[in-house]
């Protein structure tokens, strides 16, 4: 803004009422984004540890499952 005189009040709270909304949508979004991570790897780890190199094998056979999964998922 060019100046503080330019915009009306309720211009302005309307803006902050919208970003608000916004960051409260996005809210419960962002906790799976870092939990989801966490669930998977961390009983990973522990398989890694029990049965070496043999725990690897799922993570293998999943990668090339979950490439086509998610193309075919954008289409919906």
Request: no cysteine; net charge negative.
């Amino acid at each position: 803004m060019a100046s503080a005189g330019s915009a009306d009040t309720g211009w302005i709270l309307s803006l902050v009422a919208a970003d608000a909304r916004t960051v409260a949508e996005m809210h419960p979004m962002l906790i799976p984004l870092f939990g989801i991570p966490l669930n998977l790897d961390i009983p990973f780890i522990f398989l890694i540890f029990d049965f070496k190199w043999v725990a690897m094998i799922p993570l293998v056979v999943m990668i090339p499952v979950l490439i086509p999964n998610s193309l075919l998922m954008r289409e919906w």
